[in-house]
C-alpha cells in the first residue's frame, strides 16, 4: 500500500517477531489504512536471533527488511522508533540502548523483569523525554474500546465514588500438566509467571478504569506444575511438545487484595489454569451510584448499571460498543460490526503516533510502566511473607 507523501514517515524498527511481533506488525500496517495519523509508519526492519526465521517473519509480517543483531538496527539513520516484542529480559537492555541511540521506543509489557531494570528504563526515559524521545509500555488493552468507554464513564461519575474493582485475568493454555515449557514459564526469561505476563494487564487496567494507583497489596502465589515437556517447532502457545523436560520456575497463579489510592479496596486473580477460560479479562467496578462489568470473551460489551433508575425498571445494561460515538470505533466500519483482539493493538499505534506527531509523552509512559513493576514487585514480597500486607512505594 503506498502512502500519503505529504505525511511525514516515521522510520520503524521491530526486534522479534514471535506471536507480539505479529500482532504488532498489523497494527504498524493498518493504523495509517483506517485513522489519519500525522506520521505515516514505514516498516523498515524486523531484528531476530536466527537468519532464516527473520528472513521469514520480514516477508510474512510485511517488514522491508530483516537483520540478525538489533543493535546494528539502532545504528541506522533511517529508524527513528524501535518496537521491543522480545521476552522480558531482553527489554532493558534493547530500550535503554535504543532510548540513548536518539529512537523512540514501544516496549511490551511487563516493562522488565524486576525493579531495578524497570528503574533504569524510567530514569534512561524521561532524559531521554528532555531531548523530545518518547518511550511508551503496550498496556494495549487500555485501547480496548469497551475499555476506554469504562474509563470515561468512570471519569464522568457515572458510578460515583468507586468503592470496589473486582480484576481477574484468566487463560487455561497452561492447565493440562503435559502443556508444553515456554519461556513465559522460565523466571530468568519472564521475571515472573502468571502475575507478570497477564496480572501485569489487569493492574494497569484497574488504575486505568479508575484513575487510582495501588497503594498496598496482599499477594498468594502459587506454582501447580513444576516441570512439563519441552515445546516443538510450533510453539509453546500452541500447545506443541518436543523431547525432553524443562523446569517452571514461576508462579502458575496469583491472587492478590489492594488499596487504591482514592480510598478502594480492590481483589486481583491472575491464572492460565482456568479450564475453558481462554481470555477472560474481567473488570467490574461497583461505585456508590452503579456498576460497570467487563470481559474480554465479550469484548463488544460493557455493562452498566445505574443505581438512580427506577427500581422497577433497574438492571444491567448491555452496551455493544460498536458505534461511532465509542472510543476508536468511527475509524472503522460502519456502526454496529464489531472488533477484535487485534484493533487493540492498532489503537496502541494510533495513540502513539499521535503522541510522536503532536511532540508530547504517549501514555502509558515507563514510568507508568515502573509503577505496575513496583505493584508486581510487591505482591511477590507479599506472598513470600505469609501474604503479609505490603505497601506500594510511590
Ligand atoms: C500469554 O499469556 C499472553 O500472550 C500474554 O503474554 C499477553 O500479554 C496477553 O495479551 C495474551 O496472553
Not at 498496598?216 to 510450533?234: H, I, K, M, N
Not at 492460565?272 to 452503579?290: H, M, Q, T
Not at 499521535?354 to 510487591?378: C, I, K, T, Y
Request: with cysteine.
Amino acid at each position: 500500500m503506498g502512502s500519503d507523501e505529504r505525511i511525514p514517515q516515521l522510520g520503524v524498527a521491530m526486534v522479534g517477531h514471535s506471536f507480539m511481533g505479529a500482532a504488532h506488525s498489523q497494527a504498524w500496517a493498518n493504523a495509517p489504512r483506517f485513522f489519519d495519523l500525522p506520521l505515516h509508519p514505514r516498516m523498515l526492519v524486523v531484528a531476530g536471533r536466527r537468519p532464516e526465521a527473520a528472513a521469514a517473519a520480514a516477508r510474512k509480517l510485511g517488514w522491508e527488511e530483516s537483520e540478525t543483531d538489533w543493535r546494528k538496527v539502532l545504528l541506522r539513520d533511517d529508524v527513528d522508533l524501535v518496537d521491543v516484542c522480545t521476552p522480558g529480559d531482553t527489554h532493558c537492555d534493547i530500550a535503554v540502548a535504543a532510548l540513548e541511540a536518539g529512537k523512540h521506543v514501544l516496549c511490551e509489557k511487563p516493562l522488565a523483569n524486576s525493579v531495578a531494570e524497570a528503574e533504569l528504563m524510567a530514569a534512561t526515559a524521561e532524559r531521554a523525554a528532555a531531548r523530545g524521545v518518547r518511550a511508551m509500555v503496550g498496556f494495549t488493552y487500555r485501547r480496548v474500546p469497551a475499555i476506554a468507554l469504562m474509563r470515561e464513564l468512570v471519569a464522568e461519575g457515572r458510578v460515583g465514588t468507586v468503592r470496589q474493582v473486582r480484576a481477574q485475568y484468566l487463560q487455561d493454555w497452561i492447565a493440562d500438566e503435559d502443556a508444553p515449557m515456554s519461556w513465559r514459564l522460565e523466571k530468568d526469561k519472564a521475571g515472573s509467571g502468571a502475575l507478570g505476563d497477564i496480572g501485569a494487564h489487569v493492574v494497569d487496567l484497574a488504575q486505568f478504569v479508575t484513575g487510582e494507583r495501588i497503594t498496598g497489596v496482599s499477594g498468594l502465589l502459587e506454582t501447580f506444575v513444576d516441570e512439563r515437556p519441552l515445546p516443538g517447532e510450533a510453539g509453546a502457545l500452541r500447545g506443541s511438545a518436543g523431547e525432553g523436560r524443562g523446569k517452571v520456575t514461576v508462579d502458575d497463579a496469583a491472587l492478590f487484595t489492594a488499596r487504591l489510592s482514592g480510598g478502594a479496596v480492590a481483589s486481583f486473580e491472575a491464572t492460565r489454569f482456568a479450564y475453558g477460560r481462554k481470555n477472560a479479562i474481567r473488570l467490574e467496578v461497583n461505585g456508590s451510584a452503579g456498576s460497570l462489568a467487563f470481559d474480554f470473551e465479550d469484548m463488544n460489551v460493557l455493562h452498566y448499571y445505574d443505581a438512580t433508575d427506577d427500581p422497577r425498571i433497574a438492571g444491567f445494561r448491555r452496551i455493544y460498543v460498536t458505534e461511532p460515538q465509542h472510543p476508536y470505533v468511527g475509524s472503522w466500519w460502519p456502526a454496529g460490526h464489531g472488533l477484535g483482539y487485534e484493533h487493540g493493538f492498532v489503537h496502541q499505534v494510533v495513540d502513539l503516533l499521535r503522541a510522536l506527531g503532536e511532540d508530547r509523552q504517549p501514555e502509558p509512559s515507563f514510568a507508568d510502566g515502573l509503577q505496575v513493576q513496583r505493584v508486581l514487585d510487591a505482591v511477590e514480597r507479599s506472598s513470600t511473607a505469609g501474604s503479609q500486607w505490603t505497601e506500594v512505594p510511590a
